[in-house]
Nanobody, 122 residues
Framework: QGQLVESGGGLVQPGGSLRVSCAASGFIFRYYTMGWFRQAPGKEREFVAAISGSGVTAYADSVKGRFTISRDNGKNTVYLQMNSLKPDDTAVYYC????????????????WGQGTQVTVSS
């Protein structure tokens, strides 16, 4: 059974940067597309970014140019580098893994982490 563990969340000032990580185990990491989603209080879970096993990336319009997703298949880890953070980026960030399906559709993902809180505030 696949497991995902996020780390690296925290409190950051507007305009600042943060990198969150997600360590995977229990499945063949390089075969899976990895995604990041986020959920703010009172809002639906929304797609942030995804990266295929071969490194093809996709981003939500709201984070394009500010966030970068990457992966290290040797370490079974996916990263989300977040720059120029805004208060609207405040949310619990989840990583997820899938074999097939639409990157932006959370139903397509087979495994989920427990989430890590990112708070952007002065």
């Amino acid at each position: 059974q696949g497991q995902l563990v996020e780390s690296g969340g925290g409190l950051v000032q507007p305009g600042g940067s943060l990198r969150v990580s997600c360590a995977a185990s229990g499945f063949i990491f390089r075969y899976y597309t990895m995604g990041w989603f986020r959920q703010a209080p009172g809002k639906e879970r929304e797609f942030v970014a995804a990266i295929s096993g071969s490194g093809v990336t996709a981003y939500a319009d709201s984070v394009k140019g500010r966030f970068t997703i990457s992966r290290d298949n040797g370490k079974n880890t996916v990263y989300l580098q977040m720059n120029s953070l805004k208060p609207d980026d405040t949310a619990v960030y989840y990583c997820a893994a899938k074999v097939r399906g639409d990157d932006e559709n959370y139903v397509a993902y087979n495994y989920w982490g427990q989430g890590t809180q990112v708070t952007v505030s002065s």
